[in-house]
């Protein structure tokens, strides 16, 4: 049953603003016997990060909420967070409306940066 009065019901919990006019931002993740993984993103900050998916993504199929992994945020403006990343996932939700209607969104959690030497 889908709830319509669920944007009335919206509280923002995020501590820091987020961008959301990206260009090309793209997030990448190698998990241990996968393909490597790219997606966009569709919402940034320096505290997390939205990875659009598409529903049928294998990916979707191995991860879960609370896994903690290794992402390579790719930001052709150079802006923060860009490198690679311990992070979290926080919550997989359906995209049921605006630009992404259809995708599946992973918000992550960015925990620090990963030491890759």
Do not use: C
């Not at 992070?87 to 259809?102: C, L, N, R, V």
Request: no cysteine.
């Amino acid at each position: 049953m889908h709830d319509d009065s669920r944007d009335d019901k919206w509280h923002e919990r995020r501590k820091a603003a987020r961008a959301a006019q990206l260009l090309n931002y793209r997030a990448e993740i190698k998990l241990v016997g996968e393909p490597l993984y790219q997606f966009r993103v569709s919402d940034v900050s320096t505290q997390g990060a939205g990875l659009l998916i598409t529903p049928g993504s294998r990916f979707l199929q191995i991860v879960e909420v609370g896994q903690v992994f290794e992402i390579n945020f790719i930001s052709p403006q150079g802006t923060e967070p860009s490198g690679w990343y311990q992070s979290q996932i926080k919550h997989i939700t359906e995209m049921d409306t605006g630009p992404y209607k259809g995708l599946k969104q992973v918000g992550v959690q960015i925990i620090g940066r990963a030491d890759k030497d």
